[in-house]
T-cell receptor
Framework: RKEVEQDPGPFNVPEGATVAFNCTYS??????FFWYRQDCRKEPKLLMS???SGNEDGRFTAQLNRASQYISLLIRDSKLSDSATYLC???????????FGTGTRLKVLA | NAGVTQTPKFQVLKTGQSMTLQCAQD?????MSWYRQDPGMGLRLIHY???????DQGEVPNGYNVSRSTTEDFPLRLLSAAPSQTSVYFC?????????????FGPGTRLTVT
């Protein structure tokens, strides 16, 4: 089993739709969680850290469920510019080891 | 601030050649790391450094060396290139914010080994 698993997609959604991605992790020692965005042939860019109580940044909401070992990302009112691959990243407690998922591809359609 | 810079952007090597991928950051971040990204796989950690003079191995260190003589620079050396090292290489730096390290990536180096 992969340490961090994501549905590769693609998720094809119309503009204005709400879309959600899940990511599961296998190591219960995971401490910090992140969502990154990666455009085609570009570097990953930090979208948001994920906090235990959940957090929101504009149209983006991230949730953490430690009991079930998954994190989620909700995007409301999707824009064409949201089309990208979204990477789930987990950091193991007490280490500098960051485990990246393979990403979920989102296409927002006009 | 330029952020994290990497050179070259593209490189083609023949099997057995050596080269150094350059990475620099101007944000005074203590932590720097090198990843490789291959199709269908997540980014995998090659080596990392928690400060000048301190380096450690990541998940896939074989065939690569690093050094960190300054806070700003973290070069990655390929000792004897192999086709299996064909990949996209990303350098990242990070600082601790709110108890977590948020990583910032350079634009990447696309390496092909023939």
């Amino acid at each position: 089993r992969k340490e961090v698993e994501q549905d590769p997609g693609p998720f094809n959604v119309p503009e204005g739709a709400t879309v959600a991605f899940n990511c599961t992790y296998s190591n219960s020692a995971s401490q910090s969680f992140f969502w990154y965005r990666q455009d085609c042939r570009k570097e990953p860019k930090l979208l948001m850290s994920v906090y235990s109580s959940g957090n929101e940044d504009g149209r983006f909401t991230a949730q953490l469920n430690r009991a079930s070992q998954y994190i989620s990302l909700l995007i409301r009112d999707s824009k064409l510019s949201d089309s990208a691959t979204y990477l789930c990243v987990v950091n193991l407690s007490g280490t500098y080891k960051y485990i990246f998922g393979t990403g979920t591809r989102l296409k927002v359609l006009a | 601030n330029a952020g994290v810079t990497q050179t070259p952007k593209f490189q083609v090597l023949k099997t057995g050649q050596s080269m150094t991928l350059q990475c620099a950051q101007d944000m005074n971040h203590e932590y720097m790391s090198w990843y490789r990204q291959d199709p269908g796989m997540g980014l995998r950690l090659i080596h990392y450094s928690v400060g000048a003079g301190i380096t450690d191995q990541g998940e896939v260190p074989n065939g690569y060396n690093v050094s960190r003589s300054t806070t700003e620079d973290f070069p990655l050396r390929l000792l004897s290139a192999a086709p299996s090292q064909t990949s996209v290489y990303f350098c990242a730096s990070s600082y601790k914010r709110g108890g977590v390290h948020e990583q910032y990536f350079g634009p990447g180096t696309r390496l092909t080994v023939t």
